[in-house]
Nanobody, 124 residues
Framework: QVQLVESGGGLVQAGGSLRLSCAAS????????MGWFRQAGGKEREFVAA????????YVADSVKGRFTISRDNAKNTMYLQMNSLKPEDTAVYYC?????????????????WGQGTQVTVSS
């Protein structure tokens, strides 16, 4: 099992920045690919970004490309999401996810482990 804990969410004004962290514990070698998803009220959970074990392969959703940056530090078993130029439509609960297979994926069912989520609220 892999346990994932997100942190770094909060309230920020439009145009501001936040950095989310996702700390992994347990069988961390089972977190070959890690990703971020988000879910706004009344909407489906959507893919944000994913990163391979080495960090060489990245995939970022068009809606956040150029504003959000995903990274990971395997020595610390931690993944990050740097969010800049935030917009009110970025308001959501952000979830960290991990999958055992080392292949980038963007669908919820492709991920094996999930965190509890952290709220990000962007005010206009």
């Amino acid at each position: 099992q892999v346990q994932l804990v997100e942190s770094g969410g909060g309230l920020v004004q439009a145009g501001g920045s936040l950095r989310l962290s996702c700390a992994a514990s347990g069988r961390t070698f089972d977190s070959a690919v890690m990703g971020w998803f988000r879910q706004a009220g009344g909407k489906e959970r959507e893919f944000v970004a994913a990163i391979s074990w080495s960090g060489d392969n990245l995939y970022v959703a068009d809606s956040v490309k150029g504003r959000f940056t995903i990274s990971r530090d395997n020595a610390k078993n931690t993944m990050y999401l740097q969010m800049n130029s935030l917009k009110p439509e970025d308001t959501a609960v952000y979830y960290c996810a991990a999958r055992r297979e080392n292949r980038i994926a963007a669908r919820r069912y492709e991920y094996d482990y999930w965190g509890q989520g952290t709220q990000v609220t962007v005010s206009s």
